[in-house]
């Protein structure tokens, strides 16, 4: 007679484990991006085409981390065991079966969209694969695709508005700071990432030394950040924001030498600020 709760408890457990596959937040701040690039780009009369954009950009992002789950469960094993797949909220097929299912309605959602959008989807979609199954344990270039995957999110906004222009520079900066924080998650995760055999920046440099040519590589992004205020894409409130934005993010590179967890969650302040400053920039102009 107690089965009917526990199976009710199992399922629930299994839908919480599904959700948790996607990382929500991470879903939302992908959408977020996509949405500031169609803003940024002028939306206009667009403002239905650009919504289907913004559920796009989530639910690829969503399909992408379910099936990085589904490859990485080993190393999460070590990792990160009270992730849905190590503590057995949800199975391997299971998650691989739920990421196919999201991609395909991605594609779906894609198809709306007019070609440059689509074209963009098309490759994001193949990197978001390759990336998991070729190229995360290859030094620095997995680092380098999921960099170009996050500012790839400005340009995706703007395309489905019909506008690449202004994004793009925006996607510049996004590509170069995620880089950085890309190399600090690698720091977090070496140990696992060395058990299982990959060829992180860290493992095949060293810590020290990735944590500095990310620190380098987010220099370039602080230093070309005032760009956008100079070729008169937004305007002086920008600066101000972005300026911030800029403070944040280095002091979570320089706190990566010491404490690599605290500094990823700290790098993700400092780009929502960065977003932010997009957003106030471009919307001082339309005052």
Same mark, same amino acid.
Not at 91 to 102: C, D, H, Q, T, Y
Not at 269 to 277: E, I, M, V
């Given at each position: 007679?107690?089965?009917a ?6 399922l ?10 996607t990382?929500?937040?991470n ?9 500031t ?6 939306a206009?009369d667009?403002t239905?085409?650009a ?22 469960r ?9 992730r849905?797949?190590p ?5 391997p097929?299971g998650?691989l ?6 991609f395909?309605?991605a594609?779906?959602?894609a ?10 989807a098309?490759?994001?979609l193949v990197? *978001?694969?390759?990336y998991?199954? /070729?190229f995360?344990?290859?030094?620095? @270039? #997995?680092?380098?695709l999921?960099s !170009? +995957? &996050? ?9 489905a ?14 590509a ?6 890309e190399?600090?998650?690698?720091v977090?995760?070496?140990a ?5 055999g990959?060829?992180?920046?860290p493992?095949a440099v ?11 590589? *987010?220099?370039?992004?602080?230093? /070309?950040?005032?760009?956008p205020?100079? @070729? #008169?894409?937004?305007?002086?409130v !920008? +600066? &101000?924001?972005?300026a ?13 030498f010491?404490d690599?967890?605290?500094?990823q969650s ?5 780009t929502?600020l960065a977003?932010?400053a997009?957003?106030?920039g471009r919307?001082a102009?339309l005052?």
């Amino acid at each position: 007679m107690s089965s009917a709760p526990e199976d009710g408890n199992e399922l629930q457990d299994t839908l919480r484990g599904a959700l948790e596959l996607t990382r929500p937040a991470n879903c939302v701040a992908a959408g977020v991006l996509t949405a500031t690039g169609a803003f940024v780009a002028g939306a206009g009369d667009s403002t239905l085409v650009a919504a289907v954009a913004v559920v796009t950009t989530a639910v690829a992002v969503a399909a992408g981390n379910a099936i990085n789950d589904y490859f990485d469960r080993e190393i999460d094993a070590i990792n990160r065991p009270d992730r849905p797949i190590p503590r057995g909220a949800v199975s391997p097929r299971g998650a691989l079966a739920f990421s196919v299912a999201l991609f395909a309605l991605a594609v779906g959602l894609a198809a709306l969209l007019p070609v440059a959008a689509l074209v963009i989807a098309a490759v994001n979609l193949v990197a *978001l694969v390759t990336y998991t199954t /070729v190229f995360k344990g290859t030094p620095g @270039l #997995g680092n380098a695709l999921v960099s !170009y +995957l &996050v500012g790839s999110t400005f340009l995706f906004g703007g395309a489905a508005v019909g506008s690449l222009d202004a994004p793009l520079v925006l996607a510049a900066l996004a590509a170069l700071s995620t880089f950085t924080r890309e190399v600090i998650k690698d720091v977090e995760d070496l140990a696992g990432d060395r058990e299982e055999g990959l060829r992180t920046l860290p493992v095949a440099v060293g810590e020290r030394r990735a944590l500095w040519i990310g620190a380098g590589t *987010l220099l370039v992004a602080v230093a /070309v950040s005032p760009l956008p205020y100079l @070729l #008169g894409t937004f305007g002086a409130v !920008y +600066l &101000v924001v972005v300026a911030v934005a800029d403070a944040v993010m280095l002091y979570a590179c320089f706190e990566g030498f010491s404490d690599p967890s605290a500094a990823q969650s700290h790098f993700k302040y400092g780009t929502f600020l960065a977003a932010a400053a997009f957003v106030v920039g471009r919307g001082a102009l339309l005052l």
